[in-house]
């Protein structure tokens, strides 16, 4: 399936549920802060407005093009007002082009199903790795020291986002919404039966207990 995950610096009239049709899905996803990426797991594509509350567009755009995790996204500046020198600052800055706002749903979506599959199936890279951890993501698999450590779905999705996180403490509230999980909402004590589950997977194959529980605070992944 192809899949996008769309990245918005604002509310989207129309809504944020997920889209799918004939071998495309498309993710929503509502991004307020820099740090703070969402676990993505197709080609990214973010819809950036051009004046945001506390930073400018073009700021967020040259950001996004120095993270290795968001290299290759396609980035959409959100204009208030056809301006050309805002258009050509935006494209100086790393957009790839700009539409004229208010940015809604159908819009977006109308974008994404006008593109060629292979003009932006860039995707995301096959293999990251950690240490001795290293994350399959074609072939949907863990490892550690090359044993294959046995996950299901939520947890191979968290030990992901830890691995591209680390050294960062996260409460519950965030890897729920890190993991798309907010429609419908999940309880944050699940987050702990996931986190347990993770554990004690990778305890089985000699990780050691990398996963760390930071008090009134939430989980952290450690480097080794």
Not at 39 to 67: K, T
Request: net charge neutral; aromatic share 8%; charged share 25%.
């Amino acid at each position: 399936m192809r899949r996008f995950d769309i990245l918005v610096t604002s509310d989207v009239p129309g809504g944020m549920a997920p889209f799918t049709h004939d071998g495309l899905h498309v993710s929503f996803h509502k991004w307020t802060s820099l740090e703070n990426l969402p676990l993505i797991e197709g080609s990214l594509w973010a819809f950036v407005d051009w004046m945001l509350p506390d930073i400018a567009g073009i700021e967020v755009c040259r950001r996004l093009r120095c993270n290795p995790l968001t290299l290759q996204a396609h980035i959409t500046i959100v204009l208030d007002e056809d301006d050309q020198d805002a258009r050509r600052k935006a494209l100086r800055a790393g957009a790839d082009d700009y539409l004229l706002g208010p940015v809604t749903r159908a819009t977006i979506l109308d974008r994404i199903l006008s593109v060629k599959q292979r003009d932006h199936d860039v995707g995301i890279s096959k293999t990251i790795t950690l240490g001795e951890l290293s994350i399959g993501l074609a072939s949907f698999q863990a490892r550690w020291q090359g044993v294959p450590i046995q996950l299901m779905p939520n947890e191979f999705r968290l030990l992901r986002f830890f691995v591209e996180h680390p050294e960062r403490v996260f409460t519950r509230s965030q890897l729920i919404a890190a993991l798309g999980k907010q429609d419908p909402p999940v309880d944050e004590r699940t987050v702990d039966v996931w986190i347990g589950r993770l554990r004690r997977a990778l305890h089985s194959v000699g990780a050691g207990e990398p996963l760390r529980t930071v008090r009134s605070l939430g989980y952290v992944l450690d480097l080794p």
